[in-house]
């Protein structure tokens, strides 16, 4: 398995993306394995400032120059930003997923959503299962 890393402030969905609860703001991406897995990502396309979604919905998709993978939300809520650095430099995702890669923030609808997640220490076991 490779040397993957995992954040323990972070929520995970099954489809590597992971959710930070940072002074009642959502923050969200995808997780290192997810980056991992896309190879060099090339573009990301981020919903609008405004937009809803609801938990496992498709909120953004990311190219690399293996494949168009589809995002999907962690939790519920409002995009109140979307990661513009990701425009210029969408390598970011490849460089620090859980930092300047981040994908949105958003307004969280129900914070009860984050018991149907994974802690970083579960995401660990079901990364190391899966591969």
């Known amino acids: 398995m490779a040397?993957?890393?995992?954040d323990a402030?972070?929520?995970y969905l099954d489809t590597h993306e992971w959710v930070r609860i940072e002074d009642g703001v959502a923050v969200m991406g995808v997780s290192d394995v997810a980056q991992d897995q896309l190879s060099d990502v090339v573009y990301v396309d981020l919903p609008a400032?405004?937009?809803?979604f609801k938990q496992k919905d498709t909120i953004a998709v990311v190219e690399s120059?293996?494949?168009?993978?589809?995002v999907f939300?962690?939790?519920?809520g409002k995009v109140i930003a979307a990661n513009?650095?990701?425009?210029?430099?969408p390598e970011l995702v490849n460089q620090d997923p859980y930092g300047a890669g981040w994908f949105l923030?958003?307004?969280?609808?129900?914070?009860?959503?984050?018991?149907?997640?994974m802690d970083a220490e579960a995401?660990?076991?079901?990364?190391?299962?899966e591969v």
């Open 9 to 11: 402030k972070a929520k």
């Open 123 to 129: 995401y660990e076991k079901f990364v190391a299962e």
């Open 3 to 6: 040397n993957y890393k995992f």
């Open 105 to 117: 923030k958003m307004e969280p609808a129900d914070l009860s959503e984050l018991d149907n997640l």
């Open 65 to 70: 120059v293996k494949s168009a993978e589809d």
């Open 73 to 76: 939300a962690p939790i519920s």
């Open 84 to 89: 513009e650095a990701l425009e210029g430099s």
């Open 49 to 52: 400032e405004g937009d809803s």
